[in-house]
């Protein structure tokens, strides 16, 4: 027997850790709030993490676009692999030269590109795609507020989110 209907569960899960966080800042406040200064010094580093857990929640729920897209998507040890109905492909993520984010496509795909390979194309809304979140704040340098602020932005052009800065020597030696 079900408590809850589907759409509701799936919402609740959505918000998952959310809810875990304001959960987790209630608690922290209930011991600061609470009998004495000894809990108080627990419930302060609990409201931290709980607020924390809060800003990561409110993150990977911006980044989430849904589950009905083409594919599949998964991400092992820093490597992205693809499972598409007429393409797919792997990328490590140590090798990634550039992220963009093609939004002329519908729906809206990432490219991951990597040397020596054809670009890899992942729908945002594939399955398992929420996992992307994850592998791309791994990237070096990667501003995730603006990925997902042009995740959200309307537009058909593609965007350079991320790309590796080139590795080239500070001075140059003639010998």
Do not use: C, K
Request: charged share 20%; aromatic share 8%; no cysteine.
């Amino acid at each position: 027997m079900r408590f809850l209907r589907p759409e509701a569960a799936e919402t609740l899960w959505r918000w998952r850790e959310v809810i875990a966080g304001a959960a987790l800042g209630l608690v922290g406040l209930w011991l600061v709030a609470g009998p004495g200064f000894l809990l108080a010094i627990v419930g302060y580093p609990v409201i931290a993490g709980g607020l924390a857990l809060v800003w990561i929640g409110v993150q990977r729920l911006r980044f989430r676009a849904g589950r009905d897209g083409p594919g599949a998507v998964q991400v092992d040890e820093g490597q992205v692999t693809y499972f598409g109905p007429l393409t797919g492909g792997t990328v490590a993520l140590r090798e990634l030269v550039s992220l963009r984010l093609e939004r002329n496509m519908y729906p809206a795909h990432w490219r991951l590109d990597q040397p020596g390979q054809s670009p890899l194309l992942i729908p945002v809304n594939a399955a398992g795609s929420e996992a992307l979140f994850d592998a791309f704040a791994t990237l070096p340098g990667i501003r995730t507020e603006r990925m997902l602020s042009e995740l959200r932005t309307g537009g058909v052009e593609s965007v350079v989110i991320w790309h590796r800065a080139p590795v080239t020597p500070a001075v140059r030696v003639l010998h």
